[in-house]
């Protein structure tokens, strides 16, 4: 890194999450400066339709401003990660409408969006070979399906007037930059390319999407950015954090109140920002198992909406239902496999928030000056004092299967639905208070269970280190402890998404050679916060409840 410069250097990291856009400024030692956030505008449509608008994301991307006060030539680098949307555009950069009622600004296709579902069943039952690289189910919160399901619904509006289709993060590295280079981030993971193979295109063909095939696969790779029609380029992909483009343009540096110019360093999906941002933290002298030990020993999971569990592997390891592997997907050079929950922290909400009981949760918590999940853990801890019993057996008789939006991992289906056994006529805030415990420990078996799927293929993950929402709640992070029966590492940073995110921007400035080289920061990103198993008979007794709500599904 050049450090003889006596000027303090900045980063910026843009996280495009499910609800907002979060920014922040962070210095070259990793700490987090600032942060500003903005909410997005989310429509439902129609049943499992979730839609977005691009134009409303990027506004809102230059409106979370995080560097007054500091001079425009000292922020060096801009990193952008985002959920794994689909952006659609048409042949003047405009967007077009992805749902009937053809709101040209709501072209946006959320990662949430399960309408093609019965387009993913339709590709899983073709068997073609590239279904081995997403544990050999596809999935409807990949591309391929949606773009199906755009041909099969909108033929004659959105299918006939796009020119591009793109990933979210793809889309705001354009933004900045009016370079389409796509990261290796979003095609290997969600659009089926391979970085030693290329496409596909007996695929493409074998699902019915060869039109995508003409034109040099111009509607789904990479043109000149002056000429959408005629003139194409070489394809480009980049690495994460590799340089894009010449940097800002003129017209983005305004907007974001930056510098021409300033670098901006290919994106990442926001679960794969936030695995960058902990997993090759330095927690020597603390007596945990992935001490001197392999990276590849240890498992991200950023848990917040959703959850995913980022496993990395020397060579490739293919898991049955679980995503991957992915080559320098996540980190350069290595394979990435990645399970995860469709729903975590918005699944926990619908079962609180949805109880009879949720207004008197709501009095009580503010009369406490409290947030109503700190409420509810301590008012889980004093109805287990007033027991005499651990607080992990309160619901041993409460039993939940969390797959309310499906199962993304290890099952592969996204046809399952949730289901509760054991509820009581009563509904007072002891009830809802069971359920909300029973619910995060469904989740943390959830977990486990991708767990053993992984350890079966051949990863061995020693230790956990979770970011995100729910990683701030520390029954969600005692239970997962519990459940797994491995210690738990928290963030310093509780914006590990966000410092992420800035490490793009940082290896795109040149200030370090590589992702792998930001060594310097990883002494801030992880706190000494460790969760280790309370109760091994929690464990005992829920693995009977998973498996008797397996046979409830079957």
């Known amino acids: 890194m050049a450090g003889s410069d006596p000027v303090e250097w900045y980063y910026v990291g843009v996280d495009v999450g499910t609800a907002s856009v979060r920014a922040a400024l962070v210095t070259r030692e990793g700490q987090v400066k600032t942060t500003a956030e903005e909410m997005v505008t989310i429509w439902k449509p129609h049943s499992d339709h979730y839609v977005q608008s691009s134009t409303d994301i990027w506004a809102k991307c230059c409106s979370t401003k995080v560097t007054q006060g500091v001079q425009r030539n000292q922020v060096r680098g801009v990193g952008f990660d985002a959920t794994c949307s689909l952006v659609v555009l048409d042949q003047n950069f405009q967007p077009v409408a992805v749902n009937q009622d053809g709101e040209a600004e709501r072209n946006v296709v959320m990662w949430m969006d399960h309408r093609a579902a019965e387009q993913a069943a339709r590709i899983t039952s073709t068997g073609h070979r590239v279904l081995s690289r997403v544990g050999g189910v596809m999935s409807p919160e990949m591309q391929p399906p949606k773009l199906l399901w755009l041909k099969e619904n909108l033929r004659e509006t959105c299918w006939r007037d796009a020119a591009l289709f793109l990933d979210l993060p793809d889309f705001l590295s354009w933004k900045a930059t009016a370079s389409l280079a796509r990261s290796l981030c979003t095609l290997v993971c969600k659009w089926t390319y391979c970085p030693t193979e290329k496409w596909d295109t007996s695929f493409w063909t074998a699902i019915g999407l060869e039109d995508l095939l003409e034109n040099n696969h111009s509607k789904i790779v990479f043109l000149d950015k002056l000429n959408i029609n005629k003139k194409y380029q070489t394809h480009v992909t980049c690495c994460p954090g590799s340089p894009v483009g010449e940097g800002l343009t003129k017209e983005a540096a305004a907007e974001l109140g930056l510098d021409t110019g300033t670098a901006v360093g290919a994106s990442l999906i926001d679960a794969h920002a936030g695995g960058l941002g902990v997993i090759g933290a330095d927690v020597r002298g603390f007596s945990l198992p992935c001490e001197d030990q392999p990276i590849?020993?240890?498992?991200?999971?950023?848990?917040?909406?959703?959850?995913?569990?980022?496993?990395?592997?020397?060579?490739?390891?293919?898991?049955?239902?679980?995503?991957?592997?992915?080559?320098?997907?996540?980190?350069?050079?290595?394979?990435?496999?990645?399970?995860?929950?469709?729903?975590?922290?918005?699944?926990?909400?619908?079962?609180?928030?949805?109880?009879?009981?949720?207004?008197?949760?709501?009095?009580?918590?503010?009369?406490?000056?409290?947030?109503?999940?700190?409420?509810?853990?301590?008012?889980?801890?004093?109805?287990?004092?007033?027991?005499?019993?651990?607080?992990?057996?309160?619901?041993?008789?409460?039993?939940?299967?969390?797959?309310?939006?499906?199962?993304?991992?290890?099952?592969?289906?996204?046809?399952?639905?949730?289901?509760?056994?054991?509820?009581?006529?009563?509904?007072?805030?002891?009830?809802?208070?069971?359920?909300?415990?029973?619910?995060?420990?469904?989740?943390?078996?959830?977990?486990?269970?991708?767990?053993?799927?992984?350890?079966?293929?051949?990863?061995?993950?020693?230790?956990?280190?979770?970011?995100?929402?729910?990683?701030?709640?520390?029954?969600?992070?005692?239970?997962?402890?519990?459940?797994?029966?491995?210690?738990?590492?928290?963030?310093?940073?509780?914006?590990?998404?966000?410092?992420?995110?800035?490490?793009?921007?940082?290896?795109?400035?040149h200030d370090y050679s590589s992702i792998l080289v930001v060594s310097d920061w990883r002494n801030c990103v992880l706190s000494l916060s460790f969760y280790r198993k309370k109760h091994s008979v929690f464990l005992r007794l829920h693995v009977h409840q998973r498996e008797y709500m397996a046979l409830m599904n079957d």
């Open 296 to 509: 590849t020993s240890r498992m991200a999971m950023i848990c917040g909406t959703s959850s995913c569990h980022m496993a990395i592997s020397q060579g490739p390891l293919f898991v049955p239902g679980v995503w991957g592997p992915y080559l320098s997907a996540m980190v350069p050079e290595l394979w990435l496999n990645e399970g995860g929950q469709s729903a975590t922290g918005r699944l926990i909400d619908h079962v609180v928030k949805g109880h009879v009981a949720y207004p008197q949760l709501q009095e009580q918590a503010v009369k406490g000056g409290e947030h109503i999940y700190s409420y509810l853990n301590r008012h889980l801890s004093s109805m287990a004092k007033d027991l005499g019993a651990p607080l992990e057996l309160l619901a041993s008789s409460l039993h939940v299967w969390p797959d309310f939006h499906g199962n993304r991992s290890p099952l592969a289906d996204p046809t399952l639905r949730g289901a509760v056994v054991g509820l009581p006529l009563s509904q007072t805030l002891d009830d809802l208070a069971l359920l909300y415990l029973a619910t995060v420990q469904a989740l943390a078996l959830g977990t486990q269970h991708i767990l053993e799927a992984m350890t079966q293929a051949g990863h061995y993950i020693t230790t956990l280190f979770l970011c995100g929402g729910l990683s701030k709640n520390p029954l969600y992070v005692q239970i997962h402890a519990n459940a797994t029966g491995l210690p738990l590492v928290l963030p310093a940073q509780t914006e590990a998404v966000l410092v992420g995110a800035a490490v793009l921007g940082a290896c795109a400035s």
